[in-house]
């Protein structure tokens, strides 16, 4: 067997400075499809996810609930894992940056970039946003209508900040940068998000303060214990801590340079800016590529734990079923574009798409096979034009997954799978298999094998996005857990396989009556 090409995929690390939004899973459940979809290539997939711990945002939110910051992780991790183990995420690794590897990592990653002569104590003053935990030039900021100052961009709250602080040298990564965007367009994707990094690279660069002293809640400067890492330098440097840096393992020959950061757009600037700098800096190779997806707006509205507008994840899982979520999330936003959600449009994506044209082609379809042929799938006679027609379409899916999923657009590979779902359920219709139980048999056989062959093909490209419901169509079609792999989708499913009795995989959903919660859905 050939070796596996390797896939390092990674989303960022949350703050957990809350409990897990919608942002969160939404970027959770996007790179695991990703993740999914690339095992089932046939690639050797390493999936990384985690919570980024430190920085003065933990601190902060930590003093209002009184609360040490130590505190608030020890309450607020868990419900992170506990959210991408919910999600049915299948990362293989769970990072959290107050881990001894990660100190050690980070302190390795900031000795190279000093031994490189890229790093220097001065002194800063300007100002910083703690919600972002970012600094801004005085031009990035404005007066509000309160007279308090705040991010333009971000609209957050900015303060002064002037104390003796280290700094990285990206001034001199100006032409380097410029350079690896020219040379590897698709550094960042979708394109327009790597249009503004290069024109705010070729605005010039400052020299970044990458130290604090006036807190403790973070990793130690080495060689001087006074000064606590800019959170951004930590956090970033997680990818590579994950991958066993700054030991040159066989895993991190493996696996870095990553293939893939997931991100949201509002952190494209420390992705595609400071982290390759560093990365150059300290003599390391950067990542391939970085995409970066919308936000999720609760219509219309944004949605973040400091302005409160939270949807709970749990809350929301519960009331719809995790690959009702994932499904919709996926196949409703635009990947790489912002998107909208509210429950008429997850209902209607849950009735519509899973329940009445997945579920029910499936369950009309192997309930006849049950009936009529005594629950073994029959052999089929001669195809049709009809039936061939439909086979080639569904034989067509896979190439045109593979091409879409090259720029990452997973609502378009939903999109091609569920249009040869409803080219299905008009085959089936328009064969009427029923009708033909009695006057001839031999093709009502044929017309199911030929369905269950479309279902086989639909499932195993469905796995990435809605792997449980995927799973069980998979098992009522007898599928074995070994041909399950996209290379499995060049053969035909077995005629003359007993099939166990059909299940329903995807249920409808059923408003609750007033006063009453909805029903959980798996
Ligand atoms: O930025 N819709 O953490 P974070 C979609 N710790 N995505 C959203 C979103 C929304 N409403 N809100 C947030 C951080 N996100 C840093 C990352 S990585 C080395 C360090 C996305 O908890 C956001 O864009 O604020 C980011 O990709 C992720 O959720 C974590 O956000």
Known sequence: MAAKTPFYITTAISYPNGAPHIGHAYEAVATDAIARFKRLDGFDVFFLTGTDEHGQKMMQTA????????????RNVPLFEKMVERLECSNDDFIHTTEERHHRASQAIWEAMEKNGDIYLSKYAGWYSVRDEAYYAEDETHLNEHGKRIATKTGTPVEWVEEESYFFRLSAYRQKLLDLYEKVPEFVRPRERLNEVA????????????????????????????HIMYVWVDALTNYITAVDYPNETEKFKRYWPADLHVIG????????????????SAGLAVPKGIFSHGFLFNRGEKMSKSTGNVVDVFTMTDTYGVDQFRYFFLREVPFGQDGNYNHEAIVNRINADLANDLGNLAQRSLSMIGKAFGGVLPTPGAFTAEDQAILAAADAMITTAREQMKSYQLHHVLNSVWTVVAEANRYFAGEAPWAKAKTDPERQ?????????????????????????????LDILAIPAGERGFDALGTRIKAGTTLPPPAPVFPRYIEAEAGEAAPAKD
């Open 63 to 74: 003093a209002k609930e009184g609360l040490t910051a130590r505190q608030l992780r020890d």
């Open 199 to 226: 024109s705010f690279v070729k605005g010039g660069l400052q020299d970044l303060s990458i130290s604090r002293t006036t807190f403790d809640w973070g990793v130690k400067v080495p060689g001087n214990d006074k």
């Open 265 to 280: 757009k509002d952190i494209v600037r420390f992705h595609a800016v400071y982290w390759p700098a560093f990365l150059m």
């Open 445 to 473: 056989g044929t017309i199911l094998y030929v369905t269950a062959e479309v279902l086989r093909q639909v499932a195993i490209l469905a796995q990435p996005f809605v792997p449980s419901s995927a799973g069980k169509l």
